[in-house]
């Protein structure tokens, strides 16, 4: 079986095409991202698991404001180096200029305008450096009526469209769909000007909104509403859904609306008198079939529907708690969880992989979440500026480096 990937990128701040080549398919690619929280942190992972080299510029005293979260930052940031810089000091303005210029991505994750306020706008920056991508994650986009609009997923994902039906009752979601789909589809959208930069020679700027990103992803609905060419989605089958067993734990069935699924499925249950009713009056009789599966299914505990239900080519699958994911043989054969192995001042921890194999590798990360400014002297010594100034720029504020011990945060 192939490997997780051992090698990793260099941390000594000096050019990414300098060292060995690892093989991971974005060795040489460097990123520097002043994108916080979620969503950018979330796609330099995915960049920095496949080889880019992912600077993190973070501000004096805190940093990300999701260090307060010490587990939540850790899993999202591993394999990357922080640098701390006082970005409203013109030094600090000045410093990330002149590593914007050497980068091959820029991701922001500030409100429109602010690098504009800043001096560090696209246009400013690609007039500098005209190869440079310059990735930019908001959550309604650059413009817009909303486009200044503060908010966090959850109010995405309302206007969105992905809460219809929800009411103040309702469950909040636990998963932040917006700010992953967003982290997708900042890395995609940096992927895709990396590509056409090797035909044209030009970066390009990336507009990448949360709220384009979930519309998006509601395409199977959304179009055949507008439309009116038919019901959004598709009917749901009786046999889609969850089910809870006999010892409290609950089964999957993913029926959607396969006759020969239905089939074998009423044929387990002995439920022989509705295995041959087709899928549209399975809709119509929705309530009345589910629940007679629900019935049947209740009669006996999850560990024994389940081996039954995979030798007759049923789809399902168990409903896993978190520690049911990190123990489930199918996540270790994918080898999803990678050990980073501990050191002095940090203990062994398990991290999430990217999830993409190439040519039958699983590139994975290889160093710790980094301490806040760990790599701003090994970082700024690379673009050319010597221990002198460093000094002097971390004596005035303008720069903050870690000390060997601190914690992650």
Known sequence: MAGVDGSGPGRDGSARDSGPVTGRPLEGISVLSLAEQYPGPYATLLLADLGADVVLVERPGGGDPSRQFP???????????????NVKHPDGVAIVERLACASDVLMEGYRPGTMERLGLGPQRLRALHPGLVYVSISG???????????????????????????????????TFVGDLSAGMFAAIGALTALVARQRTGEGAYVDVSMVDGLVSWLTTRLVPAVNETGEPGMPLDPGYG????????????????????????????????????????????????????????????????????????????????????????????????VEVAGDVERPARRFLRQPLRFDERAHGPTSHSPRLGEHTRDVLRGAGYPDEAIDDLVARGVLAESTTGGTVG
């Open 71 to 85: 587990a939540f930052h850790e899993s999202l940031n591993r394999n990357k180096r922080s640098i701390s810089i």
């Open 140 to 174: 309604f986009g650059q413009d817009g009526p909303y486009r200044n609009r503060p908010a966090h997923d959850l109010s995405y994902q309302a206007v969105a469209g992905l809460l219809a039906g929800h009411g103040p009752d309702d469950r909040i979601p636990e």
């Open 242 to 337: 969850i089910f809870r067993c006999a010892d409290g734990r609950c089964l999957s069935l993913s029926i959607a609306h396969e006759d020969r699924f239905w089939r074998r499925l009423c044929e387990v249950l002995g439920l022989d008198d509705i295995a041959d009713v087709a899928h549209p009056d399975r809709v119509a009789r929705h309530d009345q079939l589910r629940a007679r599966v629900a019935q049947v299914l209740a009669t006996r505990p999850a560990a024994e529907w389940e081996p039954v239900l995979d030798a007759e080519d049923i789809p399902f699958g168990p409903v896993n708690d978190l520690a049911d994911v990190a123990a489930d043989p199918h996540v270790a054969a994918r080898e999803l969880l």
